[in-house]
């Protein structure tokens, strides 16, 4: 058996809790234990979805090749389906609660946490939903999760606009933001997560819902830095870029012994 991961470990340790402390535990445990659903299944869901889906025997399914942690390098999902829009991810989601099986979303699948695969699954691709679109005249821009960051610099830096985000060109927007985006930029702009007006976020039952600071307002506060894809499946940001001339970089270095003074003159 290979190492087990937090997420793992703590779902183990419910399981055996509740097998030990509910009266027929052991009964209930195993109905919760999920079945890999069959191929006609697997061809039901591809009835309902735009998007290819691909199972592990076909060119382009990838699964955790894209992780970028060889941890997770036995992390194999049943299927990936590649979205072709919100509707291909509802549908995934609600026939995902119907046959009980395990969901993970991937934008970049840049997670050295293995958020964006999962084991016996089906992991929701968001890449085909990359759309930068600046709103005429305005700051307001519409991001798809699946959009890279170097689409998404590229798209801004035309309009003069930028937000707050890493230097990887193959990061998922997705993924950054939800997990709060630290940046080159952000002692000056803030997160990414700081420069999103709205959500539009597919939940666990399949409904399509705007999360802003006046519609569902819990959710978009918990979706902003939550991480992980814990509280629904974001199909596209509406950010507030920052207007933006020119940007300089530089690079430090100091001796291994002068850890401490560096840290130091730097938060000083």
Not at 102 to 129: E, F, K, Q
Not at 217 to 244: K, Y
């Amino acid at each position: 058996m290979g190492e087990l991961d937090r997420r793992e470990a703590l779902q183990l340790f419910g399981v055996g809790l509740l097998a030990a402390l509910h009266p027929g535990g052991f009964e209930l445990v195993s109905r919760m234990s999920r079945r890999a659903p069959g191929a006609s299944l697997l061809r039901a869901l591809e009835r309902e979805v735009r998007g290819p889906l691909y199972t592990r025997s076909e060119p382009g399914f990838g699964g955790a090749a894209e992780v970028y942690n060889s941890r997770y390098d036995d992390v194999r999902p049943l299927a990936v389906l590649r979205a072709a829009g919100a509707r291909d991810v509802q549908a995934a989601v609600q026939w995902a609660a119907k046959n009980d099986v395990p969901v993970a979303a991937r934008s970049g699948g840049h997670s050295y946490a293995g958020y964006s695969t999962v084991r016996n699954g089906l992991v929701i691709d968001l890449r085909s939903l990359d759309r930068v679109t600046v709103s005429s005249g305005s700051r307001s821009v519409r991001i798809g999760p699946g959009a890279r960051l170097i689409e998404v610099y590229a798209g801004l830096a035309a309009k003069g606009l930028a937000v707050p985000g890493g230097t990887c060109p193959t990061v998922g927007f997705g993924g950054l933001a939800l997990g709060g985006g630290y940046g080159f930029a952000s002692r000056a702009l803030g997160m990414t997560c700081d420069t999103i007006e709205s959500m539009r976020v597919v939940t666990a039952g399949g409904s399509l819902l705007t999360a802003d600071e006046d519609t569902n307002a819990d959710l978009f506060w918990a979706l902003r830095g939550g991480g992980g894809g814990n509280f629904g499946i974001v199909t596209r940001f509406t950010v507030n870029a920052s207007r933006e001339g020119s940007a300089a970089f530089y690079s430090a270095s100091w001796p291994a012994g002068a850890t401490e003074d560096a840290i130091a003159a730097w938060q000083g």
